[in-house]
């Protein structure tokens, strides 16, 4: 049975591929904190090993830090966790001893780590240290939760760096864009690189940069930040060190995240009507293998298909047969599309006979007859294409979301119909922000990080001078 | 500075090679709840890269279930899970709203995890199944704790699977062994496999294996452990299939799970009092390379340190070299001494000239000349030779510390000197065990799996008929 079309009901699509295509499993006794499926898993596992690569090749370290931080440490800067301080989980009591002093569960693990830091850094010469930690984050959300998008529970990887000088600190936020848009890029994701305004600028930051993701459903999901924290968390924290002149001094720190809801992208971004379609870099089984049995040749086919997965097994590739005889071959077509699996090979009676395989795209459809001896390096041009084609339609739907608007009831339309990503001017003044977002439940985003954009005109709401060009979107 | 002798000091120098060695910070402010880092960090990731690998190999399936679990949950099974309730860490609060059913944080994942089994499960094609979950544990033990070998939060595998026969969970239980031995192997650990008494048995299960490492003070660590469950928990979370007569049953269980105590057999086993030695498949960095600088050489030295780091990486090996001129040679050789490095290449001039280089294993501190174009087939073979080694000394380590033990003040007096561990007979009786217990402060670990023993003579306390050949050691 298809799934809905996820363009028609984009909701009611994501809900049944989450755990069609084995990715989360939300009926859970605990609302927001859900099962991840090993397919979902799996990928997450493929995208920590990517960035884990990337990481090591600029001289980040991992490390965990405890999951608890003590009331003392959120109250010392609550100035800038006020907005985390309705969401915290606090552990009270151990069995039935109630604690003196009550913990929390990190809903993001600055105070923490910056305690550490302050211990481990003594002089110049410790500078920079750039440490990325994966872990669980708690919070409790009291909005609606929604998998993947909106989780009480979820996966992130979070990257605290400290710095001798400012400008190592812009350079280190820079270094994360890299990071992170070749992770992106990798996965085929479409994405704006904006900068927060100051109203959206995470508490105790200088700037934050965001990662944006469009939906289908006229939507965007921010699947990463980036944050400049200059020195506010340095005098809070203490975290100093002796330069080369013997003078003490703050550090200068940056932090960046990505988590789970990358996930979320993936799935909405490339997946159709069969399920999920997945990045042949990233996918648990990149290639899946079915024979078509007939009853005479039903052996012959089935140890070619055992031969061929052996084979591209030892070449490297994620690779599986489902030679079970109690399932149509249908029935097993339709299961690796739910899943994503990028290739199909399919081998019948008559391919044996012609010596070749039959090879199906997941992204396309395509079907096309590979001879037996060219299967590999077929495979591997198609999944260059597959996932150069992925990329290019989730661009695709990037361009197509973004509209110039430069009135005001021609916002108010937008996103009340399809929604969608204007581009508009703004004076800057919190007030016309509220005012989008009371009249069309949309977020000034930013203004572009990636490329440098002026103001075209005056203010879409009060009509003063305009002077930052802004991309506007409801988010999840 | 060297460490302390392990032998003489066992505590103070393991608490001091923690930090050293960069395997573990327990200078934070929750008591059992620390920093692993980078470098215990990264050995932690390569055994879960080795379980991975043996999870994949035997169809088991990683998947991630929620850090909360349900105080029903636990009141459902709280015949099996008594032992655990003083140490549940309870999350009462949310922000400053108090919830109406307070949250447990797992001590472990049978609750939830069978929960949802009992959704997926549906008739006798679905088994069996067996899930893994990489994940962080809550227990607030309220004893004294020791990094890594006590901890309030640390991290674990734990797998639990799911049977329609008993005899298929005896053969899960079989499986996990030598899942687990390979690990062990692998990393040059010495241990008993033992099944634990009656009143040592994990609360639920039919029968638990354990493995037992000997730490140098004469003490064992319980380093991983495998439980047949039988049909307990199944009829507690009403886990059934329809079998091929339409049918319902109860599924059979196990479940198995080691955690970062590993880390703390591999440091108290292997190092010495320059620090850590680590099984070179696992260690974060398997070579350190080092120039010996002469002032008129100090370039060519520093290119070819570089080159021969380049061509080890190519070859796969993690090479660091630390060409840093503020540090001497002496300096370097003993910071990669306390993390473990495995190998060690030194260049000076004269190797220059030579051709060749110097190597320097960690485990034996024998030096050896080696010629430039020899060097990598001689790393894999010393690399060979150092695993062998390692292993070796922990059996040695093993054997030194088993005693034939047949009379109660022997035991006694063994327990308040030396330590170690002693093979006795014992009744069976629970009075007789608990009599050992507060004679010696040592337990009956179990009677041997891996290998069959009888009893030899009378129980070593009452004298009565010994139905038992047992392991007897103080445990951490």
């Known amino acids: 049975?298809?799934?809905?079309?996820?363009?028609?009901?984009?909701?009611?699509?994501?809900?049944?591929?989450?755990?069609?295509?084995?990715?989360?499993?939300a009926r859970t006794p605990i609302k927001g904190a859900n099962v991840i499926l090993p397919n979902g898993y799996t990928i997450w596992e493929s995208i920590k090993r990517f960035l884990d690569q990337q990481f090591?090749?600029?001289?980040?370290?991992?490390?965990?830090?405890?999951?608890?931080?003590?009331?003392?440490?959120?109250?010392?800067?609550?100035?800038?966790?006020?907005?985390?301080?309705?969401?915290?989980?606090?552990?009270?009591?151990?069995?039935?001893?109630?604690?003196?002093?009550?913990l929390a569960l990190?809903?993001?693990?600055?105070?923490?780590?910056?305690?550490m830091y302050a211990q481990w850094i003594k002089d110049h010469s410790d500078l920079p240290i750039k440490y990325n930690q994966w872990a669980n984050i708690i919070r409790m959300d009291t909005k609606e939760t929604r998998p993947l998008l909106r989780d009480r529970e979820f996966q992130w990887s979070e990257a605290h760096t400290c710095h001798a000088k400012p400008e190592e600190a812009v350079e280190q936020v820079k270094e994360s864009m890299l990071i992170y848009?070749?992770?992106?890029?990798?996965?085929?994701?479409?994405?704006?690189?904006?900068?927060?305004?100051?109203?959206?600028?995470f508490p105790g930051a200088d700037y934050s940069i965001a990662y944006d993701a469009p939906l289908t459903d006229g939507r965007v999901l921010q699947i990463g930040t980036?944050?400049?924290?200059?020195?506010?968390?340095?005098?809070?924290?203490?975290?100093?060190?002796?330069?080369?002149?013997?003078?003490?001094?703050l550090v200068y720190q940056t932090c960046y995240g990505v988590s789970t809801r990358v996930l979320a992208a993936i799935i909405a971004l490339h997946g159709d009507d069969q399920g999920l379609i997945l990045p042949p870099k990233f996918a648990?089984?990149?290639?899946?293998?079915?024979?078509?049995?007939?009853?005479?040749?039903?052996?012959?086919?089935?140890?070619?298909?055992?031969?061929?997965?052996?084979?591209?097994?030892?070449?490297?590739?994620k690779a599986k047969a489902d030679i079970r005889e109690s399932y149509t071959a249908g029935w097993k077509f339709a299961e690796f599309e739910m899943k994503g699996v990028p290739i199909r090979l399919e081998i019948g009676p008559r391919d044996l006979k012609n010596d070749s395989v039959m090879l199906v795209r997941r992204d396309t459809g395509e079907k096309q007859s590979v001879k037996r001896s060219d299967v590999k390096k077929v495979i591997k041009k198609v999944m260059i294409d597959i996932a150069q084609n992925l990329k290019m339609k989730a661009d695709d739907i990037l361009q197509q979301m973004l509209h110039q608007i430069d009135d005001f009831e021609a916002l108010k339309k937008l996103m009340s119909t399809t929604r969608g990503i204007a581009i508009s001017n703004w004076c800057?003044?919190?007030?016309?922000?509220?005012?989008?977002?009371?009249e069309t439940s949309a977020d000034i985003r930013g203004v572009r990080e990636d490329i440098e954009e002026k103001p075209t005109g005056p203010c879409i709401v009060c009509l003063e001078e305009g002077k930052f060009r802004v991309y506007i979107a409801q988010a999840y």
């Open 428 to 438: 800057g003044e919190d007030e016309c922000a509220e005012n989008i977002k009371e």
């Open 226 to 249: 980036t944050h400049n924290l200059g020195q506010s968390f340095a005098k809070v924290f203490h975290i100093k060190y002796t330069d080369k002149d013997g003078k003490s001094q």
């Open 106 to 115: 990190r809903p993001t693990s600055e105070t923490i780590m910056y305690h």
């Open 284 to 317: 648990p089984i990149q290639i899946g293998l079915v024979p078509i049995f007939f009853k005479e040749d039903s052996d012959l086919v089935k140890t070619a298909i055992e031969d061929l997965t052996k084979e591209l097994k030892k070449a490297g590739y």
């Open 56 to 102: 090591e090749a600029t001289d980040h370290k991992n490390a965990y830090f405890p999951l608890f931080i003590p009331e003392e440490f959120l109250l010392r800067e609550s100035e800038h966790f006020e907005g985390f301080v309705p969401e915290v989980a606090w552990v009270t009591r151990v069995g039935d001893r109630e604690l003196n002093q009550k």
């Open 181 to 201: 848009q070749a992770l992106f890029d990798a996965l085929g994701l479409s994405y704006l690189v904006v900068r927060r305004p100051k109203f959206d600028t």
């Open 1 to 25: 049975m298809p799934l809905d079309n996820p363009k028609s009901d984009f909701s009611k699509w994501y809900s049944e591929i989450l755990l069609r295509g084995d990715i989360v499993d």
